[in-house]
């Protein structure tokens, strides 16, 4: 069975700061790892992922999230935060049998 | 390219009455489809899911069903809606290519039940 948990339901920066946001994982199998962005009352659109080889990943719009075995732990940063990345943030493990396992989210706030 | 379209983008509805929500993919075929429910404050919970017509897997036992009449259609309804259906349902769509694969998400439905 897999899991996902996203430390933070809030989290706040000032434009320009480092962005983090954590998540780790369980997976009873080598796991695809996601991690997906949703602006309100919209779908959500895909950052990045990780399969196989280079362990660090990078997506649209700056993201970048690495995968790190030892730690379950697949985290997203961007070194500079702008005012369009406010929105929430799901990261997601697949498992065996085709489905995605989303972590709660994670509401990103930009300051100005 | 690939589209994904989902109709109503908001429905308010009474309580005990029914429901039809619909999602249809363009531009790929033998699509793996899904419906989620995102509850406010929480994450997404997978509802069904269906690897080809006619074939729909339950994830949680509920107040909903979903069939799949066409290869690209994809329906979530109910006889009877409860106060607990209200949230935001997104509909999914996958290449089948295993579990590394992206899935892809319409634009969503606000239903409100009252």
């Known amino acids: 069975a897999q899991s996902v948990t996203q430390l933070g339901s809030h989290v706040s920066v000032s434009e320009g700061a480092l962005v983090l946001l954590r998540c780790n994982y369980s997976s009873s199998v080598p796991p695809y790892l996601f991690w997906y962005v949703q602006y309100p009352n919209q779908g959500l659109q895909l950052l990045l992922k990780y399969t196989t080889g280079a362990t660090l990943v990078k997506g649209i719009n700056g993201f970048e999230a690495e995968f790190k075995k030892s730690e379950t732990s697949f985290h997203l940063t961007k070194p500079s935060a702008h005012m369009s990345d406010a929105a929430e943030y799901f990261c997601?493990?697949?498992?065996?049998?085709?489905?995605?396992?989303f972590g709660s989210g994670t509401q990103l706030t930009v300051l100005p | 390219s690939q589209t994904i379209h989902q109709w109503p983008a908001t429905l308010v509805q009474p309580v005990g009455s029914p429901l039809s929500l619909e999602c249809t993919v363009e531009?790929?075929?033998?699509?793996?489809l899904y419906w989620y429910r995102q509850a406010a404050g929480r994450g997404l919970q997978l509802l069904f899911y269906?690897?080809?017509?006619?074939?729909i897997s339950s994830e949680v036992p509920q107040n909903l069903s979903a069939s799949r009449p066409q290869d690209r259609q994809f329906i979530l309804s109910s006889k009877k809606l409860l106060l607990s259906d209200s949230g935001f349902y997104l509909c999914a769509w996958s290449r089948d290519r295993g579990t590394a694969d992206t899935q892809y998400f319409g634009p969503g439905t606000r239903l409100t039940v009252l």
């Open positions: 269906s690897v080809g017509i006619g074939q």
């Open positions: 997601a493990v697949s498992g065996p049998a085709r489905q995605l396992t």
């Open positions: 531009g790929t075929s033998n699509p793996n």
